[in-house]
């Protein structure tokens, strides 16, 4: 069984010169400063409920009375004079015995143009919002019959060829230019790494830098921007540690700025043999 549309709404949108207004200001002149509470409390049913309206039956007076903490004749003398100073349509009260205006059902509109699904009752639209609700191009109405429910429905627009092409053009055009921007930080990468060459020689630098700078599979970030942290520094001399712990080239700069690798087991054995044999040839002159 399919869920029911949720018609009325969660949350409304509250002018900040609602109190500055001068239907609100007149009404709350003649019912008292509790009736700006009773028109809140009627607008929070009729979007919560309806969205666009309310009926003004026996009942609700009580349930509005009971929410304020005042009485039912305080809510009627407060419906009475909003009808009257245009805060509440008096044509659709005295014809439908409900609550409702312009304003509020253009709230509304304006509240669900996001749903793909909405019902609204013909008859109780003002003339100006029931225009709107015919008019709209996107909507396509079911009506009925005379006071009737009409289901408005968004259509789905299909894109054409044209539409396609250039969505595809305009991505190939952000990854593009993703892609340059990747290069340009690659070189800047490359330049922050120069002035570590002298400490740990250029051949440590190019392998560290060609295993951070490598691009992820759409060329859009290095290896390094991924992770959470990132100081060169550090990173640096992390990298020189686990070359020495596995066995690898100890990269070091002699002092005229050129590089030598560290000497193998070999070497070492071999310079050993060479300083037996000098010693054996100095002690055997002696």
């Given amino acids: 069984m399919a869920r029911p549309t949720k018609q009325g709404l969660e949350y409304f949108s509250f002018d900040t010169d ?14 008292g400063p509790a009736s700006t509470s009773i028109l809140i409390c009627l607008l929070c049913n009729i979007y919560r409920d309806k969205g666009y309206y309310i009926t003004w039956d026996e009942n609700l007076p009580f349930v509005v009375a009971d929410t304020i903490g005042t009485t039912e004749g305080a809510v009627e003398e407060v419906v009475k004079k909003a009808i009257q100073v245009g805060f509440f349509n008096k044509e659709m009260f005295d014809k439908y015995k409900i609550l409702t205006s312009n304003g509020i059902q253009n709230r509304f509109k304006s509240a669900v143009t996001r749903r793909e699904e909405i019902e609204y009752v013909v008859d109780y639209l003002v003339s100006e919002c029931k225009n709107k609700v015919i008019a709209y191009k996107n909507e396509v109405i079911d009506d009925r019959s005379t006071q009737s429910k009409v289901k408005v429905k968004r259509k789905k627009t299909k894109e054409t060829s044209t539409d396609v092409e250039a969505k595809k053009a305009e991505q190939a055009r952000k990854l593009a230019a993703a892609k340059a921007a990747t290069l340009s930080r690659k070189d800047a990468f490359y330049k922050s790494l120069v002035p570590y060459v002298e400490r740990y020689g250029r ?3 190019r392998d560290f830098f060609d295993y951070w700078s490598e691009m992820n599979k759409s060329e859009t970030k290095m290896r390094f921007e991924q992770q959470t942290t990132w100081e060169v520094g550090k990173r640096l001399a992390t990298w020189e540690k686990r070359e020495k712990i596995n066995g690898k080239p100890n990269y070091s700069v002699q002092p005229t700025g050129t590089y030598t690798c560290g000497r193998t087991s070999q070497d070492k054995a071999a310079s050993r043999q060479s300083l037996e044999n000098l ?7 002696h």
Wanted: net charge positive; proline share 0%.
């Fill in 18 to 31: 609602f109190f500055s207004d001068v239907k609100i200001r007149r009404i709350s002149r003649a019912c």
């Fill in 279 to 285: 010693a054996d040839a100095i002690l055997g002159q």
């Fill in 203 to 205: 051949d440590m630098v």
